[in-house]
Structures are given as structure tokens and as C-alpha cells.
């Protein structure tokens, strides 16, 4: 068994610095969907940016460490007026970055205004603007349209980054749960029922009086977090895996009404999708009007 | 000719491959350093890894770990003209703003403050010295800071004073009770 997975290491790491393509189609998908989400939440932040995080606006702000780096990623803390071309900025570059236009530039111009905006304020954003810039740092090194193999190479390396990524998120949020007393004791799901900013009455009146299904839930919750970076690998539990973890970011985004963090996390679902899936998926969504924008063609 | 150039790119291609996984290595191990629970590597090595990766991949995935205790909500009441005025819900006057987005900044101030005093009565059993703490924190000033613009965008008054009203429902294990915290608050000045 070492030596079979000494074999598939090894074969893996030929095929990656070998050029070859993986699922290209995937990592274009991931790529759009990823800038389609920033343009989305940003469209949503328009109507209260100047209230929030304008001159005028709601942010408490506090100075920084004198850092060239601080100085440029708090920067609406320090000049809040220069929040406008920031903004548009980013939404700019992001659709830019979701046509594939602007190649390297668009992108890394959408990651620090991403960068800028989120650091502008703690009072707006949750968990998902976090997911959005780390990966958005990634993406730049990813090249939708690749002629050379150092381009191929660079890819297949962001990719990697992308699911180590999303397999940190969801170690570490595992781990945090098994620390947790009222995670351990059942208690959690339950708890979570009393607040009602994310519980609607329908959902908390089952969570209540059904308590059998609240500790279902809860130890569920915990211990696939934990072995989804383990268990995602393996072929034959990777569907079933995925459909489970679709099940709770689909009650995260429209029961809990954490629609930003529910969405990408979904979508870094499309990281683990095989060929043969991406394309399945492409297939099903090919009708909607925004997969023209969607679309691409890579060259060979 | 064109032989050699194959095999001198092909060995080219396998560096860059190292180089990046040894760079990708590096920059998830910092980043799991930073993420982990306290505790889990050494002060030195943390201390590394947290300049490393804030503020530019920051994060953090205690999600709901843990769940949070209570229930809190922030009302305010402001002094002007020489009158104090009626509690004025913080939530309802975010939601007025007719964003989802938006209302969260009342939560947010809301969930800090509780979470500062919540923190504060912990380590400090005497009430003076736990307000004190309370009111030096960044989770007051920034919710005083709200609460006073929200006076004055949306009553256009300058206020002498805020009161702030923190509304808790704990919540043990059979039902909940309700807990009301009063933090005063004197002149503006330093929430300017």
C-alpha cells in the first residue's frame, strides 16, 4: 500500500511538471465563478457603501502599524474618501477577470481591492469575504488561456493551492468544534435555534422539539468537517460526500441567510469535480443566459 | 539540437514544479500555524506565522465554535437640547436602510460589546473595574461610535451624551433569561 501510494505521488508529480492539462474546464469554471461572486456581493454592498464605509460613514477608525503593507491594505482607514475608486476598481477588474480579459494584471488588481474593501470595516463582512481574497490570490496564478507548459504548471499549482485552501477551512473549523464543550455535549445545533438572526421560527421550533435530530445534526456536522480532507480523495465516497456537504451550505445560505459564505462555499465544491462532472454540470447550466459570459475556449 | 532543448525544458519544468511546491508548502504551513488553536505550536513560531499571513490572507474558522451563549441586541438613547430621548433600537434603525448588509452592522456591534462584557465580568468580579474594562475597548467605541451617527444621520442632532443599552438573553440550559447592561456614555468627543 506504501509503495501504491508512493507510485501515485510520484506519477503525479510527472504529469505535473510534464505540462500536461488537467481539468482545465473545472479550474475555468472555478475561476468565473469565484469573480461572478465578487461582482454579485459587490453589487450588494453598493447601495450602503457610502453610509458604512464612506467619509461620513458608520466604520470606527483606528490607526495601524506604519508598515508599507498596512498602510496599503487599511488604506480606507486612513483616507475613507478613496473608497469610490476602490470599489470600482474592484468591480472593474473582477469583470474583467470573469471575461478573461487583463490576463495577470485584472486579477491581481481585483485581489487587493477585494483585499482593501474587506479590511475597511469588521462590522460587514462575515467568514466569506475571507474565503473570497485567499483565493483570489491564488486565481492569479491561474491562466485560463495557456499556450506554454510553465503557464499549464502554474496552474495546476494554483489549483492545488485552491483545495488546500478549502481543505484548511474546513480542518480547522472541524478542529475548533471538537474543542468546543457545547459542540461535544450536543448542545450546539440546539443553541443555535435560540438566535433567531439565523434561525427562522420554522427551523427553530423543529430544532426544539425534536432534539434527536439536533444532535444528529450537530455530531454530523462535526465529524464531517474533520474527515472531508481525508475522505475527499477517495472516488467512492467523494459523490456522496459532496451531495452532503451541498445539503448543509444550501441551509447555511438560504435558512441561516449567510448567503455569502454559503455560495463559495459551494462553489469550492467545483474544485473536486472530475471531467467528467464539470462537463455534466457545464451541460446543465449551459441554458441559463449568464453562462455566455461563462463560456470560454481553451485553446490547444 | 531540438533534443537538447526538449530535455533542458522538461528539467526546467520539474525545478518550477519543486519551487512551487516547496512555496505552496511554506505558505500553508504558516497559514495552518496561524489558523490553529492557540496552543498548538510554539509562541515564536506563531508569532511568525500571524505577521506572515495578516493582513493579507487573513482568516479565521472558529465558525460558530463556540456557539455563541446569548442572544444580544443594542438600543441607545441620546442626550441633546438639554432632554435625554426615547431607546432607540439599533437594529430597526439599520434595517431601515433596507439592506440585509447593513443590519448586520447592528448585530456585529451588538455580538462585540456582548462578547467584551461578557469577557470582562469573567476576569474582573468587581462591577466598576468590569465597566471600566468594558468602556476602554474597541468593541465600545466602535458600537458608540454607530449609535452616534446613527443620531446624527437620522434625527440630525449632534448629541451632548450616549447611553447605550445592551439587552441580553443568556441562554442556559432549560429556557433563558434576560439581562439588560447600561453603558454610559459622556460627550463625543473622543468618539470623533
Redesign the interface.
Known amino acids: 500500500m506504501v509503495q501504491r501510494v508512493f507510485d501515485n505521488i510520484s506519477s503525479w508529480w510527472v504529469s505535473l511538471s510534464s505540462g500536461k492539462r488537467a481539468n482545465y474546464k473545472g479550474e475555468a469554471l472555478f475561476s468565473r465563478l469565484v469573480y461572478l461572486w465578487i461582482l454579485i456581493n459587490g453589487l450588494f454592498l453598493l447601495p450602503i457603501m457610502d453610509s458604512v464605509i464612506g467619509v461620513d460613514g458608520y466604520t470606527y477608525r483606528t490607526p495601524f502599524s506604519p508598515t508599507l503593507r498596512d498602510n496599503l491594505v487599511y488604506m480606507l482607514n486612513y483616507s475613507p474618501e478613496r473608497y469610490v475608486i476602490i470599489y470600482w476598481c474592484m468591480m472593474a477588474a473582477s469583470f474583467m477577470a470573469l471575461i478573461n480579459v487583463g490576463g495577470m494584471l485584472a486579477r491581481l488588481l481585483s485581489w487587493v481591492s477585494l483585499l482593501i474593501i474587506a479590511s475597511s470595516t469588521n462590522l460587514l463582512f462575515n467568514a466569506g469575504i475571507h474565503v473570497a481574497f485567499n483565493w483570489a490570490f491564488l486565481l492569479m496564478f491561474l491562466f485560463p488561456m495557456r499556450e506554454t507548459d510553465w503557464k499549464v504548471l502554474l496552474s495546476r499549482l494554483a489549483f492545488l493551492g485552491l483545495k488546500v485552501q478549502f481543505l484548511i477551512i474546513y480542518f480547522f473549523s472541524g478542529v475548533f468544534k471538537l474543542k468546543a464543550e457545547d459542540w461535544w455535549s450536543g448542545d450546539a445545533v440546539r443553541l443555535l435555534s435560540f438566535l433567531p438572526q439565523y434561525t427562522p421560527d420554522w427551523a427553530a421550533s423543529i430544532l426544539q422539539s425534536m432534539n434527536w435530530l439536533a444532535i444528529t445534526v450537530n455530531y454530523t456536522i462535526m465529524f464531517y468537517l474533520v474527515v472531508f480532507p481525508l475522505l475527499i480523495w477517495v472516488k467512492r465516497i467523494k459523490t456522496p460526500l459532496m451531495i452532503m456537504g451541498l445539503g448543509f451550505h444550501l441551509y447555511t445560505a438560504l435558512v441561516m441567510g449567510l448567503h455569502d459564505f454559503g455560495a463559495i462555499m459551494l462553489i469550492g465544491y467545483v474544485l473536486f469535480l472530475s471531467e467528467e462532472q464539470t462537463e455534466w454540470l457545464l451541460s446543465k447550466i449551459a441554458k441559463l443566459p449568464i453562462v455566455k459570459v461563462l463560456s470560454f475556449k481553451i485553446k490547444t | 539540437m531540438i533534443n537538447t532543448r526538449l530535455k533542458l ?2 528539467h ?3 525545478f ?3 519551487l ?2 516547496i512555496a ?1 508548502a511554506g ?2 504551513a504558516l ?2 500555524v496561524a ?3 492557540y496552543g498548538w505550536s510554539q509562541p515564536d513560531i506563531y508569532y511568525v506565522a500571524d505577521r506572515y499571513v495578516k ?15 446569548e ?1 444580544s441586541r443594542l438600543y441607545y438613547r441620546y442626550y441633546s437640547d438639554g432632554v435625554w430621548h426615547d431607546q432607540i433600537s439599533l437594529d430597526k434603525e439599520m434595517k431601515s ?6 443590519q ?2 447592528a ?3 451588538a455580538h462585540y460589546l456582548a462578547a467584551e462584557t461578557r469577557k470582562s465580568t469573567v476576569v474582573n468580579s468587581d462591577e466598576t473595574k468590569s465597566y471600566r474594562v468594558v468602556k476602554a475597548s ?1 468593541s465600545y ?2 458600537a458608540a ?2 449609535c452616534w ?2 443620531a446624527q ?1 437620522n434625527y440630525s442632532v449632534q448629541p451632548d451624551s450616549i447611553e447605550l443599552i445592551l439587552e441580553r ?1 443568556l ?1 442556559p ?1 432549560a429556557g ?1 433569561t434576560q439581562v439588560k447592561t447600561i453603558i454610559d456614555y459622556y460627550g463625543p468627543e473622543s ?1 470623533r
Open positions: 525544458r522538461k526546467i519544468l520539474k518550477i514544479s519543486i512551487g511546491l505552496l505558505h500553508f497559514v495552518s489558523v490553529a488553536p493582513p493579507q490572507f487573513g482568516q479565521y474558522w472558529q465558525l460558530f465554535a463556540p456557539m455563541p451563549q442572544n436602510l433596507g439592506s440585509r448588509l447593513a448586520r452592522v448585530l456585529r456591534c474597541r467605541y466602535s461610535f454607530v451617527k446613527n444621520k438573553d441562554f440550559k433563558y468618539v
